[in-house]
């Protein structure tokens, strides 16, 4: 739940930004329903995207060896979570200005790989920083008592608005 914690805080904080970012155009051109659909759409899809993303994480801590990833999920999934998340963001601020090379996908993919690597080995043998990134952990998993009901509200909008 912990780890789950941290990917809805992403999901959501990120699609809530470009929500944000794109409200005044969003007031110059849409009525209040169509805006209220978009944000809809936006936060029942980081609902969706949290779910997936956790379930990804679940799945690779069954498959891989208990030492991998299963033995001190919480802080690896949270590791994982945040170095692929600045990952995304880094590489995302190149997509709008040029094409990425090969090269650059090679180091998004690559290097955040061979940083979780490192991460987790040097976190196996200090359990303090273990215990520093749980507690973190913790703390955000306030905001899945916002998120939570935001993005099972908003799925149900958009399942009755695409039944209707």
């Excluded at 959501?12 to 005044?24: C, E, R, V």
């Excluded at 329903?33 to 759409?41: C, K, N």
């Excluded at 799945?59 to 990952?87: C, H, M, Q, R």
């Excluded at 920083?129 to 799925?155: E, K, M």
């Amino acid at each position: 739940m912990s780890v789950f914690g941290i990917v809805a805080f992403v999901c959501f904080s990120w699609s809530l930004i470009g929500f944000f970012n794109k409200l005044s155009s969003f007031i110059l051109y849409f009525t209040l329903e169509e805006i209220g659909s978009v944000f809809a759409y936006m936060m029942a899809f980081a609902l969706l995207e949290s779910l997936v993303v956790t379930g990804f994480l679940v799945l690779l801590s069954a498959l891989f060896p208990s030492e991998w990833l299963k033995n001190g999920f919480a802080y690896k999934g949270f590791l994982i979570t945040v170095i692929l998340t600045i990952d995304a963001i880094l590489f995302q601020k190149f997509l709008p200005y040029r094409t990425p090379s090969a090269l650059l996908l090679g180091l998004s993919t690559i290097l955040p790989m061979a940083i979780i690597v490192i991460m987790i080995h040097v976190l196996q043998s200090r359990p303090k920083l273990q215990n520093l990134f749980i507690n973190v952990q913790d703390r955000f998993l306030i905001l899945l008592f916002a998120y939570l009901p935001i993005g099972l509200v908003s799925l149900l909008v958009v399942t009755v608005r695409n039944l209707l």
